[in-house]
Nanobody, 124 residues
Framework: VQLQASGGGWVQTGGSLRLSCAAS????????MGWYRQSPGNPRELVAV???????NYADSVKGRFTISRDNAKNTVELQMNTLKPDDTAVYYC???????????????????WGKGTLVTVSS
């Protein structure tokens, strides 16, 4: 599975950006898709994730400002980011947790995939 992210860029405080990520390759079943971010000197952290059933989980710092959505048929996930703050500046990584084949699904085995990251810069 390959994850291709797009949509990063530069924006002023209070602005909006939309990140998109498309999964391609040999895909059997993607269970969870989402976004993580990492800023210099900090560990990678969860931003938002969404299950194939539409369940979502957000970091407290982005609740009410960010919205994650997913198209299961297209294997895409998007992150609408509003009211951006300088603290949101980071490299954003697309993430997918998948069953690689029917046997791994039966066994409960998953594989985690990462995209290359897209930079979001919010200026004050």
């Amino acid at each position: 599975v390959q994850l291709q992210a797009s949509g990063g860029g530069w924006v002023q405080t209070g602005g909006s950006l939309r990140l998109s990520c498309a999964a391609s390759g040999s895909i059997f079943r993607i269970i969870v898709m989402g976004w993580y971010r990492q800023s210099p000197g900090n560990p990678r952290e969860l931003v938002a994730v969404i299950t194939s059933a539409g369940g979502t989980n957000y970091a407290d710092s982005v609740k009410g400002r960010f919205t994650i959505s997913r198209d299961n048929a297209k294997n895409t996930v998007e992150l609408q980011m509003n009211t951006l703050k300088p603290d949101d500046t980071a490299v954003y990584y697309c993430n997918a947790v998948a069953n690689d084949d029917i046997q791994s699904r039966r066994d409960g085995r998953t594989t985690t995939y990462w995209g290359k990251g897209t930079l979001v810069t919010v200026s004050s």
